[in-house]
């Protein structure tokens, strides 16, 4: 019996076909772009495009979470992710992160702050900006300086840091930013509350920053970028619904002007809701999620659960049960275990494309083609 005819090799497509097949291939597992530019030479010249680049950013809109800076009380330790950061784990000694957006990270050791791009493997170090201030709290965060910028593939120096300053000596909360092109802090408003900051990420929300103090009953501070002031806003009372939780976060919710708050309490997730674009909206409790899991090893008789850190364009939030790093999905409910670690006590999500660092690499493919055809 005659074999059955071959199917048409793929390679044969038609490149704008074949184009949005690779496009479609999921960001979060980079290597399969490699292993595609491998196969022949048009999915390689697909893939080596520029416009393939763009194109496929825009597809998938939301980064992937390319590695977890997680937090030990003497050092921070980027953590890879997917198989193309592998093994790249790096250290920072005396380090904390103290924020990770738009393709950088902010850190913080005894030597002043830095911003660190992961992808260009670029530092920038920060002077520092506290000169003439007294507070007694502080905390600070990075974000792209391009207002315009839709942040698919954002990196190098074009930066700003905010800060915020707690003086509650004083009962005064400002904020400076501080941009790489001046090289200087520059003051921003303050409000006539003295405020104790924590010194976790920060959270964009249309154009605003919602920064946490350390008491869980403590006000929120807001930096608007739009009116360039500096206010504070109640969280929701808890004490209504149920005992006050230890800790909460913020984070965007997935409808536009929305900020979400979540605090957990024993084996249950609670969110709320706040309008941040309508003057005096009220906090609406959004949902409750149950996060035992005996499957994932999540039972009553972990230790915790807290909270030790969210993703923010991800709609997850990262918390520790037992020596247990666990991540939850707020819109699928769903609880994955990610990492054994006793002594952690903060994870920050880094979130980047890697099609730049694939078509690096895909152009020494291109190199081995034209040494060995």
Not at 3 to 28: G, Q, Y
Not at 36 to 55: S, Y
Not at 320 to 334: D, E, K, Q, V
Request: charged share 15%; aromatic share 10%; with cysteine.
């Amino acid at each position: 019996m005659a074999a059955p005819p071959h199917d048409r090799a793929l390679s044969e497509f038609p490149d704008d076909i074949m184009r949005e097949i690779l496009v479609r291939l999921p960001p979060d597992e980079p290597d399969r772009l490699l292993l595609a530019g491998a196969v022949c030479k048009p999915w390689l010249r697909i893939l080596c495009d520029p416009t393939f680049r763009r194109h496929y950013m825009e597809f998938h809109r939301t980064p992937p979470v390319a590695g977890l800076l997680v937090g030990h009380w003497e050092s921070t330790t980027f953590v890879p992710m997917t198989t193309l950061w592998a093994p790249r784990i790096i250290d920072f000694d005396d380090t904390d992160t103290l924020d990770a957006r738009h393709g950088r990270v902010l850190l913080f050791s005894p030597r002043g702050l830095a911003v660190w791009d992961p992808v260009l493997g670029a530092s920038w170090d920060i002077p520092s900006p506290f000169a003439g201030a007294h507070f007694d709290s502080w905390t600070a965060m990075v974000l792209c300086a391009d207002p315009n910028c839709a942040h698919l593939d954002c990196h190098g120096a074009n930066f700003l840091v905010v800060a915020v300053l707690g003086d509650t000596t004083a009962g005064v909360t400002s904020g400076r930013c501080f941009s790489p092109g001046s090289g200087l802090w520059t003051d921003l408003d303050s409000v006539d509350t003295g405020v104790l900051l924590n010194m976790k990420p920060a959270v964009l929300v249309e154009r605003s920053l919602f920064f946490t103090t350390r008491s869980s009953m403590g006000r929120i501070v807001r930096y608007d970028f739009r009116a360039a002031s500096v206010s504070l806003i109640h969280p929701p009372n808890f004490q209504l619904v149920l005992p006050t939780p230890s800790e909460f976060v913020l984070l965007p919710a997935a409808t536009g002007g929305h900020l979400l708050l979540a605090s957990m309490q024993q084996s249950t997730l609670d969110l709320w809701e706040k309008h941040v674009l309508q003057n005096d909206s009220p906090w609406v409790r959004k949902n409750s999620i149950g996060i035992m899991s005996p499957g994932d090893g999540l039972y009553p008789g972990n230790a915790g659960p807290y909270i030790v850190g969210f993703g923010e364009g991800h709609y997850v939030v990262y918390f520790m049960a037992g020596s247990r790093l666990f991540s939850i999905s707020l819109s699928s409910c769903r609880v994955t275990r990610v990492l054994g670690d006793p002594d952690l006590y903060s994870a920050i999500p880094y979130t980047s494309f890697h099609v730049t660092g694939v078509t690096r690499r895909l152009y020494i493919v291109i190199t081995f083609y034209a040494l060995t055809c």
